[in-house]
């Protein structure tokens, strides 16, 4: 049964930085894509980033414009989303995902994605 547990979230001023893990059990996870999305109060959940866990290729939203760096640790099972420059509008509780092989278009997509963590939060204050 694939588990994902993220952690590392926390209040930061405007400015500053967090890093965010998910680790991940359950099964091999060498042909997956891991995702990370977030979901603000009365918002949808949206796309941040994703890894293709064999070959390391990422893929990130566009209004990140380049505050974000998403990473995996094959040895430890553990994927990671630095955050850079934090803004309030990045408050937010952001989950982990994964899923089998998909599509680039498709990766974008939270229904697309069978596993999720619980979720850890993220507060940015002005």
């Known amino acids: 049964q694939v588990q994902l547990v993220e952690s590392g979230g926390g209040l930061v001023q405007a400015g500053g930085s967090l890093r965010l893990s998910c680790a991940a059990s359950g099964r091999t996870f060498s042909s997956y894509t891991m995702g990370w999305f977030r979901q603000a109060p009365g918002k949808e959940r949206e796309f941040v980033a994703a890894?293709?866990?064999?070959?390391?290729?990422?893929y990130y939203a566009d209004y990140l414009k380049g505050r974000f760096t998403i990473s995996r640790d094959g040895a430890k099972n553990t994927v990671y989303l630095q955050m850079n420059s934090l803004k309030p509008e990045d408050t937010a509780l952001y989950y982990c995902a994964t899923r089998g092989q998909i599509t680039i278009a498709r990766m974008f997509l939270p229904s697309e994605y069978p596993y999720w963590g619980q979720g850890t939060q993220v507060t940015v204050s002005s």
């Open positions: 890894i293709m866990w064999s070959g390391g290729s990422t």
